[in-house]
Nanobody
Framework: QVQLVDSGGGLVQAGGSLRLSCAAS????????MGWFRRTPGKEREFVAA????????YYADSVQGRFTISRDNAKNTVYLQMSSLKPEDTAVYYC????????????????WGQGTQVTVSS
């Protein structure tokens, strides 16, 4: 079993930056694909970014490509999402998740989820 704890959210002005963290416990996630997703009220949860277990491959939603960077530190069992040039439309609850599937961005493939952390970007 894997427990994930998201943190790092907050209120930031448009153009600013935040770094989200996802600490895993219960089992090492070094062999899992790790992802970040987000949800805004009234909308479906959507894919943001993913990173393979070795960190060699990363994937991003078109809406965040070039602004967000996902990384992982397997020694610390932690995944990060560095968000820059934030826009009001990035406002959402962000969730990290773990998947045993090697390369995926499909929500059903992610079996473990964090509790979410709120990111609010003011204009």
């Amino acid at each position: 079993q894997v427990q994930l704890v998201d943190s790092g959210g907050g209120l930031v002005q448009a153009g600013g930056s935040l770094r989200l963290s996802c600490a895993a416990s219960g089992r090492t996630v070094s062999s899992y694909t790790m992802g970040w997703f987000r949800r805004t009220p009234g909308k479906e949860r959507e894919f943001v970014a993913a990173i393979t277990w070795g960190g060699g491959s990363t994937y991003y939603a078109d809406s965040v490509q070039g602004r967000f960077t996902i990384s992982r530190d397997n020694a610390k069992n932690t995944v990060y999402l560095q968000m820059s040039s934030l826009k009001p439309e990035d406002t959402a609850v962000y969730y990290c998740a773990a998947s045993a599937v090697l390369i995926t961005r499909r929500i059903p493939d992610f079996g473990f989820w964090g509790q979410g952390t709120q990111v609010t970007v003011s204009s």
